[in-house]
């Protein structure tokens, strides 16, 4: 699949086929996610690849959303913001951020491209997962995914993105239009 394809394609999935998906496309999709920009070179991100049913179930508790529990495996992102925030203050923490959206997308991306499905959730119960998973207090739980392979008996829909005319301004903020053409040099 190439890169265009998957990024239109890439959708948050929330039924899933109780097929087992296979772990090492899983590691590869997260492996993806180690080449997104990182600010000074510092990576901040782990990512836990979750394969005990008992845990899932702990985890979909803690965001309480049932269907968690039909993923072959969840992998929760985390973030290690202390060396960033120790260099540049808040821009660091503004970092760390950036940086996770990259690295998350990546991996989303990467998992799309290898059949598997996801769906990104942002509201857990910090506490819980990491009580479950046994994460340090100073370690930010970015997010959880629930990762396996689509239903095909209940398919998730692709929501259309927002058209690009409300998306883009030009050269200030509001203007709508493009005010000039770039100029060419006459040879």
């Not at 180690?34 to 985890?59: G, H, Q, T, W």
């Not at 039909?70 to 913001?81: L, Q, R």
């Not at 540049?88 to 970092?95: C, D, I, T």
Request: proline content about 4%; charged content about 30%; hydrophobic content about 40%.
């Amino acid at each position: 699949m190439d890169l265009s394809k998957a990024i239109k394609t890439r959708k948050s999935v929330r039924y899933f086929s109780p097929k087992k998906a296979d772990w090492r496309k899983i590691l590869q999709a997260i492996d993806y996610a180690r080449f997104a920009p990182a600010a000074d070179n510092i990576f901040v991100n782990k990512f836990i690849l979750v394969s005990d049913k008992k845990l899932i179930e702990r985890i979909a508790g803690a965001a309480q959303q049932s269907f968690i529990e039909e993923a072959s495996y969840v992998v929760v992102v985390t973030s290690n913001p202390s060396e960033l925030v120790r260099r540049y203050k808040e821009r660091g923490e503004r970092w760390v951020a950036q940086q996770t959206g990259a690295a998350i997308e990546n991996f989303l991306l990467a998992l799309n491209e290898r059949g598997l499905a996801s769906g990104w959730i942002g509201h857990f119960s910090d506490n819980i997962v990491k009580d479950a998973l046994g994460i340090p207090d100073e370690i930010t739980v970015e997010a959880v995914f629930p990762v396996g392979k689509e239903s095909r008996a209940k398919k998730s829909r692709i929501s259309p993105p927002q058209d690009l005319e409300n998306t883009v301004y030009f050269d200030a903020w509001g203007e709508y239009e493009m005010t000039a053409e770039p100029i060419v040099k006459q040879r």
